[in-house]
């Protein structure tokens, strides 16, 4: 699903983004992830190292696709009032996914296999969970009919993450596990 970007300017720095990502990727295929530099990235990709930098930080996060998590929330907030916090998810997740170009699948599932064969990327996989943490925590305030502290929404936003994180380890697009393991917690919660 290619995320809806409202201006000009927030296209051209997605356009961006995503050129520089499958300049990345394909370099990567081609050399290895080791062997290839930002400098070569960034002259496939036709911008500057600092460019570069200013996307992604470390050469590291072009191999997370940060584009899918809020995609995600927003269609977790947005999905039908009658399903529990889980099924929204799982829901949210079968929209997102489901919507995806074959091009943005593949830049996915390699992006993904090299975040899990590259140790220095490791860091990263947990930074990213954390933020879809705090992001789910936020969502469920929307989400949820009455009132639930903090902690509450923060300890079942954990528990979504932690169903995502055991499904996707060493598992790109774990697109059968992540509901399977989703519809499990709900059932699980719901007893």
Do not use: C
């Amino acid at each position: 699903m290619t995320p809806e970007v409202p201006g000009l300017r927030e296209r051209k720095k997605w356009q961006t983004r995503r050129a520089i990502r499958r300049a990345a990727l394909t370099l990567f295929g081609e050399q290895g992830f080791a062997e290839t530099t930002v400098e070569q990235i960034a002259e496939a990709a036709e911008v500057s190292p600092r460019t570069f930098y200013r996307y992604f930080g470390v050469k590291e996060a072009v191999l997370i696709s940060a584009d899918h998590s809020p995609l995600i929330v927003a269609a977790f907030v947005a999905a039908p009032r009658h399903l529990t916090p889980i099924a929204a998810y799982q829901y949210a997740v079968t929209e997102v996914f489901g919507g995806m170009s074959e091009e943005d699948r593949h830049d996915d599932l390699v992006g993904q296999q090299l975040l899990y064969q590259v140790p220095e990327a490791h860091g990263l996989i947990y930074a990213e969970f954390i933020k879809l943490i705090d992001l789910i925590t936020d969502a469920l305030q929307q989400r949820l009919d009455e009132p639930v502290d903090e902690t509450e929404r923060r300890v079942l936003a954990g528990a979504i993450a932690g169903v995502i994180f055991g499904a996707a380890h060493n598992n790109p697009l774990p697109e059968k596990t992540v509901p399977l393991g989703l519809s499990i917690l709900d059932a699980k919660l719901s007893m």
